[in-house]
């Protein structure tokens, strides 16, 4: 079974530059999730997908950062302008679906974003 | 405001040491805790508590959940250097299906 994808894997950018992340779930997960692992932390949710619908959006920081995953499988997720604070990993996990019980969550490699 | 802390932060052993990482949280709607392996980027799944007192097992490694004091530990026995990674405690909250993270301990197991 293949994994989560995350492209790109490494992205080095200027600060007030605008990047973009993408990330292709496993197959027939319902759920994807967007995390920022700031280096030393622990990851940290930023958004989460069922379908193409939002479920949780609560720490988007919504003045720069966006995501869509228009057709209910893969998403991206974009920052614009980027700050020195955003450099990250950012990761993207998949589920089978968030509701009743717990569905484990599958992570990706990662996107390592440095801003300069 | 919900809050999972991990302890220690960093840890340093001798390959066929014994390990007990720490995990306490406080978060409202409590359903479960995970405890996830983070080698190079992707965290890996080890094992999903939800009742107290009942340990999971899982070769060298064995965790338990504590309710009654809000913690969990992960024991780790005879470590090899293959454990050496970051170790992440998680809390799903009911109704979520999201996961809140510790900023996690870092173990390395030296030869």
């Known amino acids: 079974e293949a994994g989560v994808a995350q492209s790109p894997r490494y992205k080095i950018i200027e600060k007030r530059q605008s990047v973009a992340f993408w990330c292709n779930p496993i197959?027939?997960?319902?759920?994807l999730y967007w995390y920022q692992q700031i280096l030393g932390q622990g990851p940290k949710l930023l958004i989460q997908?069922?379908?193409?619908?939002?479920?949780?959006d609560s720490q988007l920081p919504k003045d720069r950062f966006s995501a869509e995953r228009l057709k209910g499988v893969d998403s991206t997720l974009k920052i614009q302008p980027a700050k020195l604070e955003d450099s990250a990993v950012y990761l993207c996990a998949s589920s089978l679906s968030f509701q009743g019980s717990y569905n484990e969550q599958f992570f990706g490699p990662g996107t390592r974003l440095t801003v300069l | 405001e919900d809050k999972v802390v991990q302890s220690p932060l960093s840890l340093v052993v001798h390959e066929g040491d014994t390990v007990t990482l720490n995990c306490s949280y406080e978060?409202?709607?409590?359903?479960?805790l995970l405890w996830y392996k983070q080698e190079k980027k992707a965290p890996t799944f080890l094992f999903m508590l939800t009742s107290s007192g009942i340990e999971k097992k899982s070769g060298r490694l064995s965790s338990i959940l504590d309710k009654k004091e809000l913690s969990s530990i992960l024991n780790i026995t005879a470590t090899q250097t293959g454990d050496s990674a970051i170790y992440l405690c998680?809390?799903?909250?009911?109704?979520?299906?999201?996961?809140?993270f510790g900023t996690g301990t870092r173990l390395t197991v030296i030869p």
């Open positions: 197959s027939g997960h319902a759920t």
């Open positions: 998680a809390v799903e909250k009911a109704g979520a299906n999201n996961l809140f």
């Open positions: 978060v409202t709607n409590f359903r479960s």
């Open positions: 997908f069922q379908n193409n619908g939002v479920v949780d």
